[in-house]
C-alpha cells in the first residue's frame, strides 16, 4: 500500500508506535486496515517484515530492547502486550521503545506508571491507533485513558522487576513444577503482577503461608526437598536481595501436615532431578535405563529434558527401617570413599543384593537407611568387580597390541564404560 505521509521516526521510538503513527498520520482510524495481522505481529516482535514498507521504517525493524537481565520466564525481552506513558503521548506524542521492556515498569522520562489496561472498562490494551490519542482500544470503550490507580510502588530495578514477576508467576501457579520457558513474555494485568510479587517478596508471613501450601501439596512419602521444589526454584532465580529470601532457605521449618500417600507424578528438569537424586547427568541415564526414573517424551537425554522422579520413590516407600539400620547421610563417607553413588544403590537393591528402608526426612539421602555390614558387603563385592574388570580390560588391551594400534581407543573406551556404575 502506497502511503501519502511518511514521518521520520525518533531514535528511541519503537517498532510498533511508529507503525501507529505512520497509520495516524495517513488517516487511518485502525491499524488492521494498513498492514495484516500477520505483519503487525512480527513489527510487534522486531521481526524482519519482507512487506514493502516506508522506507523509514524497514531499518527499525530489526531493533530490539536491549538488557542484560535474564529470566526462566521468557527467552526474549521484547513484551507482546501494550503499556504506555500518557504524559509521553499527550507531550511527545509517540511511544517509546523502553515500553515493550518487560523488566520497565515506570515512565524513564516522568518516573509514572506505565498503562497496560483501560481503568474504565477493565480491558488490556492492544496495539492499535487509539494509544496515541490516550483512548481506549478496546471499540466497545474507547474512553480517554485514565492513570494507574496510586501504590506504594518504589522506582524498581530491571533485576527487581524480574524478580516481582517470577514471584507472582509461582504464587498464580502453586502446582507448577517447570518453568515453561517461551520465546516471547506474554504479561496481562502486568501492573497488576508487579505489585502482587512485590508485596510477596517484603512480606515473611505470606510466604511462609505460600511456603506450607506448597510442601503440603504433595504426598507425605516425599523428602522435605523433593515437595520444596517450586521453592527452590523461586530462590534460585531470584537477582536481588529481598526481606523473605533467609525464609525461603528454611523450608526444612516449615511443618509437614500432609496425611496423603498418594504419590503422584513429580515432573521436574534433568538439571533439578540430578541434584534431587544426588546422581550425576550419566547416573539420571542408568536410572531411566532400569525404570527407576520416566523420561517424557523421547528417551534421549538432552538439556530440556523433562524427568518424572516419582518411581523413586514408589520403589522404596514399602521398605521398612529396622533398629540396626543407619541413613545412607550417616554413612556418607564410606560411599565416597569407595566410589558408590546413589544409582549404584539403586541398582543393588533390585539385585535384591542390599536391603533398604525408607523413611521421609530432609533428602533422599537422609531418607534411605541401611545396615553398616549391608554396605560393607556391598563395598567388598564392588571392589572384586573392579579387580576383574581391570584385569580383563588391561588383557584385552595388552592382546589389542599385538594385532592392532587401537590400545588408546580401547583404553579411552574402557575409562568411559567405568564411569557408567556397575552391577552388583
Known sequence: MQLSITPIA???????????????????????RVYPKSIINKIIRGNPVTTPFPIDLKPRLYHSVQTYITTPLFECHIQIEPKVCLRCIREKGYIKMEVQSP?????????????????????????????????????????????????????????????????SYFLNNQEELLLKQPRYPSLPNYQEKIREGFEFLNCHTDARNWMHKCINQHSSFFPTNFAAINITLLFNNLKAIWPISCVLQQYEAIERTSSSNEIKPLCIDITTASKLL????????????????????????????????????????????????????????????????????????????LNIGFQPSSDLMSSLYCAPDDLKVLIKKKRHHNIQMTISNLGEIEESKLFSDSSRERSLRYKKSNQLGFNF
Not at 510498533?16 to 487511518?28: C, D, K, T, Y
Not at 560411599?335 to 543393588?348: D, K, M, Q, R, T
Open 103 to 167: 523488566f520497565i515498569h515506570l515512565c524513564s522520562s516522568h518516573h509514572e506508571p506505565l498503562i497496560d489496561k483501560c481503568y474504565t472498562c477493565n480491558n488490556q490494551l492492544t496495539w492499535d491507533i487509539a494509544l496515541l490519542k490516550g483512548r481506549c482500544t478496546s471499540k466497545q470503550c474507547g474512553i480517554k485513558l485514565i492513570p494507574v490507580p496510586p501504590t506504594q510502588l518504589p522506582l524498581l530495578l530491571e533485576a527487581q522487576v524480574a524478580d516481582c514477576l517470577l514471584a
Open 10 to 32: 525518533f531514535p528511541d521510538e519503537s517498532n510498533i508506535g511508529f507503525a501507529l503513527r505512520v497509520a495516524l498520520r495517513n488517516g487511518f482510524t485502525y491499524v488492521d
Open 278 to 353: 544426588g546422581v550425576s547427568k550419566v547416573g539420571i541415564k542408568i536410572l531411566l535405563e532400569n525404570d527407576f526414573i520416566k523420561s517424557k517424551g523421547t528417551k534421549t537425554l538432552h538439556y530440556k529434558s523433562i524427568i518424572d522422579i516419582s518411581p523413586v520413590i514408589e520403589l522404596f516407600s514399602p521398605h521398612f527401617i529396622s533398629n540396626i539400620m543407619k541413613p545412607l547421610s550417616e554413612q556418607k563417607e564410606s560411599l565416597i570413599y569407595n566410589n558408590i553413588c546413589l544409582s549404584n544403590i539403586f541398582l543393588a537393591v533390585k539385585e535384591d543384593k
